[in-house]
């Protein structure tokens, strides 16, 4: 959907271009025809006769109709998360598998707006030799046609060998529209789109109109395009060229198939009838072109890998035209970033729970009447909506408001039924006596934390009525690695006594729950706590209300700024301060930080393993659009200059609070409310500060707000963000070029650094990022802008809602680092630094059971892995595998494995990961715990292909960075 919605769109257009397709191609057998995205295409076969099916099923024999790339749908590059990007890679594939029996060989992505060499890695690795470009800088298409270098292998920038290879074409020119494909002069090319014909609704800008092919016409037309064809063909370097024939939603009306078929047979027909021209022109598909490309470099005596040159990195800030760069959408519905994100985790912990609990309910005839058929659907909904959400319209922040309402909606809904398969999961697999499983859909077992009321609200927190009988509190760990993480709930009674899985009282800190910045709620109260969760596992705590020593309320300061006095509170201290010069101190076992007392926000950091005092300033910034014609909008970031200071007539409130398990800073500004918490616990949430906004712009006119870093770090324009948090590109501000060209998109993470310091800057979402100074970080995090950007969407951005941004921060001292290497073209995090992302990424997930039922015995812990995983090695997922009938589960899952990169000149003494490295090698057999892998098999990464001498493996091996898939059977 971009202007209107996947429905709205299937109605009005994109079912006919299918029925077309059938009738028009079986017309003639020399016609081929080219779709990419499986969303629409499922859509339209679930609705169609079998006689329809069986045609399809001759036409892809036959070669006349081909599947690219075969995902659900074509992505967004920038913005994704890799989990995502294969998710839905996979459910398109699984879904041609069942239906079609196709396995797509070649990658098509023609719309998205710059393009990932992870997409490049992912499309290897699922099997394709080739895939295709679009939208790319016009500096760097010039560039690249002087050269004759857009073809290329596209080569990972840390691969150091040629494994990630996948030949690329780029094409040449604007656009993909019929004017931009057959040659340079768009006014020439716009006269061979037959659509275009006098007398049609749509006509050429150029003025100069189409012209019906016949035989008192048909040389000159056929000459005309034919020096458009030779001209295209300078620009690479075999003599094989493709012209790609489409646009947008055409083909709806079947006279346009007669249109375009038979005005170009009538043209092909009379080249090919000319040897002497010396051409040879026909239609066909995408993989059509690939094998006659690489025919012809082979013919000229080269085998094609040393022909077409290799080309590592990625392709963004993509700009069409002068300085119209499109970082704007890094950053553009930034709400709806922030809940694909939460989407993800919430569909990772159901997809991995339910493929547990399928095999426990296989386990015994009592336990079958697990819904398992049930949630499957909801699982499988859930992977169509999140990948529908990944499409480069979508995630993007770049369709109309009610399309964007359509996409979050979808989210919304899945989330809550994600919520009741992780619900369900959990339900049979921690009952102590299987035997007393009992399925019931009215009353569910457990209840999770926080509620969100509609698409476009926050999540709120639960309140959990307290007894003097104990409740259970289940804490899940989605993550492969035993964890001990911050829980935080919301209890109606500051009396709370907290039980660990072995019965012993627990350490609890009690917050208040405010109301705006200075009144304490009585209807809730907050109850913090460390829980320690195995690997992929469940604790189990218990809950009542009495007195307990472990339990220790949190102490207050609010700074009022000569505002009204609250009322003291009986229960909390609060210290109520008019106004500070001084600092205001938080500290734990790894750091000191420093925050102004005018504004609340950060200074300095000192950190304790080396005693250093850093410079590191939080402040916001202001960008305003220029005064020119063309102003910001979706796409395009078009900034009337520098920002300027964020700047507060009165100082805002601040709220400090200390506490046992964390103490925090929250300064209250009129559009943004900025939180700072520091975590007192030993390990991994200790080292770095969470930071997080809640940003509402809703009352200004084209404004963009940003929050930068400044720090002494001596980064001297370099800077690093990831790409689809799967790996790391170094950046480098340049400036030469405006100051919106040096945006780039962060998806997990980006970082400065220098001979002695690195500091990474983590996020929960996707947003634009840049090192505009040097020690600076900065990062967009909401727009509303009033006005269209001329990119076809017809509208500004002027639906923000109130959005909450989650970030970490990270401070790490960096070893034996040398000149050279802060110039290398790869780079990569730490491993306490991948950790940190992950947590951040997928928080722990709390329930709890209904406090009036009769609740049967629970174990103590769930525990499915025999041990954490090595500290380089992720579970991407493991996704239960589709029946080879209707919506349904197999016995099977696939396993997907991710094996980081990590730099180790990082120390890794005191980071709390519960982990080692092990080279990549995980004995089979010692992976999981309770539950026995029947087999285990090597596949692609989309499960499309599996090798010849597939068989049982003992040993997992992985080398750094790739990403596997296995069909794992669990019993």
Same mark, same amino acid.
């Given at each position: 959907?971009?202007?209107?919605?996947?429905?709205?769109?299937?109605?009005?257009?994109?079912?006919?271009?299918?029925?077309?397709?059938?009738?028009?191609?079986q017309?003639?057998?020399?016609?081929?025809?080219?779709w990419?995205?499986?969303?629409?295409?499922?859509?339209w076969?679930?609705?169609?006769?079998?006689?329809?099916?069986?045609?399809?099923?001759?036409?892809? #024999?036959?070669?006349?109709?081909?599947?690219?790339?075969?995902?659900?749908?074509?992505?967004?590059?920038?913005?994704?998360?890799?989990?995502?990007?294969?998710?839905?890679?996979?459910?398109?594939?699984?879904?041609?598998?069942?239906?079609?029996?196709?396995?797509?060989?070649?990658?098509?992505?023609?719309?998205?707006?710059?393009?990932?060499?992870?997409?490049?890695?992912l499309?290897?690795?699922?099997?394709?030799?080739?895939?295709?470009?679009?939208?790319?800088?016009?500096s760097?298409?010039?560039?690249?046609?002087?050269?004759?270098?857009?073809?290329?292998?596209?080569?990972?920038?840390?691969?150091?060998?040629?494994?990630?290879?996948?030949?690329?074409?780029?094409?040449?020119?604007?656009?993909?529209?019929?004017?931009?494909?057959?040659?340079?002069?768009?006014?020439?090319?716009?006269?061979?789109?037959?659509?275009?014909?006098?007398?049609?609704?749509?006509?050429?800008?150029?003025?100069?109109?189409?012209?019906?092919?016949?035989?008192?016409n048909?040389?000159?037309r056929?000459?005309?395009?034919?020096?458009?064809?030779?001209?295209?063909?300078k620009?690479?370097?075999?003599?094989?060229?493709?012209?790609?024939?489409?646009?947008?939603?055409?083909?709806?009306?079947?006279?346009e198939?007669?249109q375009?078929?038979?005005?170009?047979? #009538?043209?092909?027909?009379?080249?090919?009838?000319? =040897?002497?021209?010396?051409?040879?022109?026909?239609?066909?598909?995408?993989?059509?072109?690939?094998?006659?490309?690489?025919?012809?470099?082979?013919l000229?005596?080269?085998?094609?890998? &040393?022909?077409?040159?290799?080309?590592?990195?990625?392709?963004?800030?993509?700009?069409?035209?002068?300085?119209?760069?499109?970082?704007?959408?890094?950053?553009?519905?930034?709400?709806?970033?922030?809940l694909?994100?939460?989407?993800?985790?919430?569909?990772?912990?159901?997809?991995?729970?339910?493929?547990?609990?399928?095999?426990?309910?296989? #386990?015994?005839?009592?336990?079958?009447?697990?819904?398992?058929? $049930?949630?499957?659907?909801?699982?499988?909904?859930?992977?169509?909506?999140?990948?529908?959400?990944?499409?480069?319209?979508?995630?993007?922040?770049?369709?109309?408001?009610?399309?964007?309402?359509d996409?979050?909606?979808?989210?919304?809904?899945?989330?809550?039924?994600?919520?009741?398969?992780?619900?369900? &999961?959990?339900?049979?697999?921690?009952?102590?006596?299987?035997?007393?499983?009992?399925? $019931?859909?009215?009353? =569910?077992?457990?209840?999770?934390? $926080?509620?969100?009321?509609?698409?476009?609200?926050?999540?709120?927190?639960?309140?959990?009525?307290?007894?003097?009988?104990?409740?259970?509190?289940?804490?899940?760990?989605?993550?492969?690695?035993e964890?001990?993480?911050?829980?935080?709930?919301?209890?109606?009674?500051?009396?709370?006594?907290?039980?660990?899985?072995?019965?012993?009282?627990?350490?609890?800190?009690?917050?208040?729950?405010?109301?705006?910045?200075?009144?304490?709620?009585?209807?809730?109260?907050?109850?913090?706590?460390?829980?320690?969760?195995?690997?992929?596992?469940?604790? @189990?705590?218990?809950?009542?209300?009495?007195?307990s020593?472990?339990?220790?309320?949190?102490?207050?300061?609010?700074?009022?700024?000569?505002?009204?006095?609250?009322?003291?509170?009986?229960?909390? #201290?609060?210290?109520?301060?008019?106004?500070? @010069?001084?600092n205001?101190?938080?500290?734990?076992?790894?750091?000191?930080?420093?925050?102004?007392?005018?504004?609340?926000?950060?200074?300095?950091?000192?950190?304790k393993?080396?005693?250093?005092?850093?410079?590191?300033?939080?402040?916001?910034?202001w960008?305003?659009?220029?005064?020119?014609?063309?102003?910001?909008?979706?796409?395009?970031?078009?900034? $009337?200059?520098?920002?300027? =200071?964020?700047?507060?007539?009165?100082?805002?409130?601040?709220?400090?609070?200390?506490?046992?398990?964390?103490?925090?800073?929250?300064?209250?500004?009129?559009?943004?409310?900025?939180?700072?918490?520091?975590?007192?616990?030993?390990?991994l949430?200790?080292?770095?500060?969470?930071?997080?906004?809640?940003?509402?712009?809703?009352?200004?006119?084209?404004?963009?707000?940003?929050?930068?870093?400044?720090?002494?770090?001596?980064?001297?324009?370099?800077?690093?963000?990831?790409?689809?948090?799967?790996?790391?590109?170094?950046?480098?501000?340049?400036?030469?070029?405006?100051?919106?060209?040096?945006?780039?998109?962060?998806?997990?993470?980006?970082?400065?650094?220098?001979?002695?310091?690195?500091?990474?800057?983590?996020?929960?979402?996707?947003?634009?990022?840049?090192?505009?100074?040097?020690?600076?970080?900065?990062?967009?995090?909401?727009?509303?802008?009033?006005?269209?950007?001329?990119?076809?969407?017809?509208?500004?951005?002027?639906?923000?809602?109130?959005?909450?941004?989650?970030?970490?921060?990270?401070?790490?001292?960096?070893?034996?680092?040398d000149?050279?290497?802060?110039?290398?073209?790869?780079?990569?995090?730490?491993?306490?630094?991948?950790?940190?992302?992950?947590?951040?990424?997928?928080?722990?997930?709390?329930?709890?059971?209904?406090?009036?039922?009769?609740?049967?015995?629970?174990?103590?812990?769930?525990? =499915?892995l025999?041990? &954490?995983?090595p500290?380089?090695?992720?579970?991407?997922?493991?996704?239960?595998?589709?029946?080879?009938?209707?919506?349904?589960?197999?016995?099977?899952?696939?396993?997907?494995?991710?094996?980081?990169?990590?730099?180790?000149?990082?120390?890794?003494?005191?980071?709390?990961?519960?982990c080692?490295?092990?080279?990549?090698?995980?004995?089979?057999?010692?992976?999981?715990?309770?539950?026995?892998?029947?087999?285990?098999?090597?596949? &692609?990464?989309?499960?499309?292909?599996?090798?010849?001498?597939?068989?049982?493996?003992?040993?997992?091996n992985?080398?750094?960075?790739?990403?596997?898939?296995?069909?794992?059977?669990?019993?």
């Amino acid at each position: 959907g971009w202007l209107k919605t996947f429905d709205d769109y299937f109605r009005d257009q994109t079912q006919h271009i299918l029925n077309n397709m059938v009738i028009k191609l079986q017309e003639d057998n020399r016609r081929k025809f080219m779709w990419s995205e499986i969303s629409y295409f499922s859509k339209w076969w679930d609705g169609i006769d079998s006689q329809k099916k069986d045609a399809i099923k001759r036409l892809i #024999k036959d070669g006349q109709f081909e599947i690219v790339t075969g995902g659900w749908v074509m992505p967004d590059e920038a913005s994704p998360h890799y989990f995502a990007l294969i998710d839905q890679l996979i459910e398109g594939h699984q879904w041609l598998e069942k239906n079609l029996g196709v396995k797509p060989k070649s990658g098509w992505a023609i719309d998205p707006f710059g393009h990932s060499p992870t997409m490049a890695y992912l499309l290897k690795r699922t099997g394709f030799s080739n895939m295709l470009i679009q939208r790319v800088h016009y500096s760097v298409k010039k560039h690249f046609a002087m050269q004759k270098t857009l073809e290329f292998f596209w080569r990972q920038n840390w691969d150091l060998g040629s494994s990630t290879d996948i030949l690329c074409h780029m094409m040449p020119f604007y656009s993909y529209d019929v004017p931009h494909t057959c040659g340079p002069d768009p006014k020439i090319c716009c006269q061979f789109d037959f659509r275009r014909l006098p007398g049609g609704r749509i006509s050429c800008p150029w003025r100069v109109p189409p012209e019906a092919i016949h035989a008192g016409n048909v040389q000159h037309r056929a000459w005309l395009i034919l020096d458009q064809y030779r001209k295209k063909s300078k620009l690479f370097r075999t003599k094989v060229l493709l012209a790609p024939l489409g646009d947008d939603f055409r083909y709806t009306e079947s006279s346009e198939w007669d249109q375009q078929y038979q005005n170009y047979q #009538k043209l092909f027909d009379y080249m090919n009838s000319h =040897p002497e021209w010396h051409i040879k022109v026909q239609f066909g598909t995408l993989s059509d072109y690939f094998e006659a490309l690489r025919k012809e470099s082979n013919l000229i005596g080269q085998s094609s890998n &040393s022909f077409f040159p290799v080309l590592s990195g990625d392709f963004f800030t993509y700009a069409d035209r002068d300085h119209h760069y499109w970082s704007g959408y890094f950053t553009s519905r930034p709400f709806y970033k922030r809940l694909d994100r939460a989407m993800e985790s919430y569909l990772r912990a159901a997809e991995i729970l339910y493929s547990l609990a399928l095999v426990q309910s296989s #386990k015994s005839e009592k336990m079958s009447i697990f819904p398992s058929v $049930d949630n499957y659907k909801l699982l499988t909904e859930a992977r169509r909506n999140l990948g529908l959400f990944q499409h480069h319209d979508a995630i993007t922040g770049t369709s109309k408001d009610w399309v964007v309402v359509d996409y979050g909606t979808r989210l919304f809904h899945s989330i809550m039924n994600l919520k009741k398969v992780i619900i369900d &999961s959990v339900h049979i697999l921690i009952l102590k006596d299987k035997g007393a499983y009992k399925y $019931d859909t009215l009353t =569910p077992f457990l209840r999770m934390d $926080d509620v969100q009321s509609s698409q476009d609200s926050l999540p709120r927190k639960t309140v959990i009525k307290l007894t003097s009988q104990p409740r259970y509190l289940l804490v899940y760990n989605s993550m492969e690695q035993e964890r001990s993480s911050v829980v935080s709930v919301n209890v109606n009674s500051p009396k709370v006594k907290l039980l660990s899985p072995l019965g012993k009282p627990v350490t609890v800190q009690i917050s208040a729950v405010w109301d705006g910045a200075a009144t304490v709620s009585h209807e809730a109260y907050q109850m913090s706590f460390v829980a320690h969760v195995p690997p992929l596992g469940l604790g @189990v705590y218990q809950l009542l209300e009495g007195q307990s020593s472990e339990t220790v309320l949190a102490d207050y300061n609010i700074y009022m700024r000569n505002r009204r006095q609250a009322k003291p509170d009986k229960l909390f #201290k609060i210290q109520e301060l008019q106004n500070s @010069v001084d600092n205001i101190i938080l500290e734990n076992s790894y750091m000191k930080l420093w925050f102004s007392g005018m504004s609340g926000l950060l200074e300095k950091i000192n950190n304790k393993e080396d005693g250093k005092n850093r410079q590191i300033k939080v402040e916001f910034a202001w960008y305003g659009t220029t005064s020119n014609r063309d102003k910001s909008g979706a796409y395009l970031f078009l900034p $009337d200059g520098d920002a300027k =200071p964020y700047i507060f007539a009165d100082p805002p409130t601040i709220r400090v609070a200390h506490g046992r398990i964390f103490s925090e800073v929250v300064c209250f500004f009129h559009h943004v409310t900025h939180t700072t918490r520091l975590y007192k616990v030993q390990g991994l949430e200790g080292q770095s500060l969470e930071v997080s906004n809640i940003v509402d712009i809703t009352g200004e006119y084209n404004r963009e707000l940003a929050m930068r870093i400044s720090s002494d770090v001596n980064s001297q324009n370099r800077f690093y963000t990831d790409l689809n948090g799967y790996q790391i590109q170094p950046r480098m501000t340049m400036s030469k070029l405006p100051l919106q060209a040096n945006i780039y998109p962060m998806t997990t993470m980006a970082y400065i650094q220098d001979a002695g310091v690195r500091l990474t800057l983590h996020s929960a979402q996707s947003l634009g990022v840049a090192s505009l100074k040097n020690g600076q970080l900065e990062v967009i995090m909401d727009r509303r802008l009033m006005q269209d950007d001329n990119r076809g969407l017809g509208q500004g951005v002027q639906d923000n809602k109130i959005t909450a941004n989650m970030f970490r921060l990270l401070l790490e001292r960096r070893h034996g680092a040398d000149v050279n290497e802060e110039k290398a073209s790869v780079s990569f995090p730490s491993l306490l630094s991948h950790m940190t992302s992950s947590f951040l990424n997928h928080p722990v997930i709390p329930m709890t059971t209904y406090a009036d039922s009769g609740v049967p015995e629970l174990l103590n812990t769930f525990s =499915p892995l025999m041990s &954490s995983l090595p500290c380089d090695m992720h579970i991407v997922n493991l996704r239960t595998i589709q029946s080879k009938v209707d919506i349904e589960p197999s016995d099977e899952a696939a396993l997907i494995l991710h094996r980081k990169g990590f730099d180790c000149r990082f120390s890794n003494r005191d980071t709390g990961l519960h982990c080692s490295t092990t080279q990549g090698k995980i004995k089979v057999h010692k992976l999981f715990n309770k539950f026995r892998v029947e087999s285990l098999k090597p596949t &692609s990464l989309s499960l499309m292909h599996s090798p010849p001498d597939a068989r049982n493996i003992s040993e997992i091996n992985m080398s750094s960075m790739e990403i596997n898939t296995f069909r794992i059977r669990l019993r």
